[in-house]
């Protein structure tokens, strides 16, 4: 079987696919290597609520697995596998997943953000032990314990809603005295009684790496100083997202966030190289602005195969700039 | 379609199946996204070191006390035994090359 396409896409969350579902369209018979967090973020969320045309919302997976089917029945061919290295400095493309040499003529990156680790190195070795980046996937195990949320944006109010109704109680642990949250995450949160608030803490430790589990965390408070414990069973972090985007490093220009830079629509700094959604996106990061896109990336990636894509005016330098 | 080489393994009979030979145990539920995406590469493994590795899961909803003894507290979590001790436990999603280095140690 060839390995070479017209276009690969790397990432299958609403970006990636779709950037397949209209490449597709376009007879470009696009290859999505899908990668280890296959479907994306919203494959860890539960009721997706602002996703446009469901008024009663619909389940994260579930529209996952519409979009990738939708993308599917139009012909894009996608394969599991996670990208080891890419090589964007000569033609076609060569994206290598596992022993496999891909080459492509367009290249679509559309790999996402994961979830970010508090980087006390404790967090990570207590992974799967109480810490956790997942509430949907892990809430389970903490049923009919006290458990903490570390953050104050959405992620961290939909977790804390989450596992009141597994948990005897949730404290949220805040390091500001106010939520970046949506007004009505916050209401929600804020009236569930079984959540409480720690305002202006912040998480220095976490306790027991001898004896294998999450027994408390050890918190600062950002104003005072003062070190205070808080025993809990589990934790789960809702601190924000980091942009997937090291397989690029050196390669394509990014921000200092490390989030990929993008300039007339989806074009990255190499041509023929465009970048979709939260990869690229550290500002709106919401599923239907991903699939967005997506989209254009698709229309940019035909364009340019067809020689149609020109720079609409010398704007690279002033609309690249972080 | 989940490889017929992977077997299942219950509270009941855990510790008589992991005893000898090496043992990979993809803990798992029905209701975890995650699990879904590494049940493929389960399902690979289980086919590829057919005959040097045991593969099996374990439905957490159906078997708690296993889990709870061996202090998994997130899924997917993978377990790997050698003749009965533990050897490792891989959290979360990992990648088909990086299981199967870490299966070759054992082996």
């Known amino acids: 079987m060839s390995t070479h396409r017209q276009v690969i896409i790397i990432g299958s969350g609403p970006a990636g696919l779709t950037a397949a579902l209209y490449a597709s369209r376009a007879n470009l018979k696009p290859l999505v290597i899908e990668g280890i967090e296959a479907g994306g973020q919203l494959m860890l969320t539960t009721m997706v609520e602002n996703w446009p045309g469901y008024r009663d919302g619909i389940m994260g997976p579930d529209l996952m697995t519409e979009l990738r089917a939708q993308a599917e029945r139009f012909g894009a061919e996608i394969i599991q596998g996670d990208v080891t290295s890419v090589n964007l400095s000569q033609r076609p493309f060569t994206v290598n997943v596992d022993k496999t040499a891909y080459t492509a003529d367009a290249l679509i990156i559309a790999t996402g953000a994961s979830a970010k680790w508090l980087d006390l190195g404790v967090d990570k070795k207590l992974s799967g032990r109480g810490v956790s980046t997942c509430a949907t996937c892990d809430g389970f195990f903490f049923k009919g314990l006290p458990v903490a949320v570390v953050g104050g944006g959405d992620t961290a109010m939909e977790e804390a809603i989450y596992l009141s109704k597994l948990a005897t109680h949730v404290t949220v642990i805040h390091r500001r005295d106010t939520l970046r949250a949506s007004k009505v995450m916050q209401d929600k949160a804020m009236s569930t009684p079984n959540i409480s608030f720690l305002w202006n803490k912040e998480v220095i430790d976490i306790k027991d790496l001898d004896q294998g589990k999450v027994t408390s965390l050890v918190l600062r ?102 | 379609m989940a490889s017929e080489k992977v077997k299942t393994f219950t509270d009941a009979n855990f510790a008589d199946e992991v005893k000898s030979g090496v043992v990979l145990v993809d803990f798992w539920a029905t209701w975890c996204a995650p699990c879904r995406r590494i049940a493929p590469i389960v399902d690979q493994l289980a086919e590829e070191f057919n005959g040097r590795l045991t593969v099996a899961k374990v439905d957490i909803d159906e078997n708690p006390m296993t889990p709870s003894k061996f202090m998994v507290r997130g899924i997917p979590t993978l377990l790997l035994f050698k003749d009965g001790d533990l050897k490792e436990t891989i959290v979360g999603l990992e990648t088909k090359d990086r299981l199967t280095q870490v299966i070759n140690k054992h082996l």
């Open chain 1, 221 to 322: 408070d950002t104003q005072t100083g003062a070190q205070s414990d808080l025993a809990v069973d589990g934790v789960f972090i809702g601190i924000g997202h980091v942009p997937n985007t090291a397989l690029f490093a050196g390669q394509l220009a990014m921000h200092d966030n490390g989030y990929l830079k993008t300039h007339d629509g989806s074009r990255t700094s190499v041509p023929g190289v465009f970048a979709a959604g939260d990869v690229q996106d550290h500002v709106y990061r919401q599923a239907v602005t991903a699939a967005g896109s997506g989209c254009m990336a698709a229309i940019d990636a035909e364009r340019f195969l067809s020689g149609t894509l020109h720079d609409s005016h010398q704007s690279t330098v002033v609309s690249s700039q972080s």
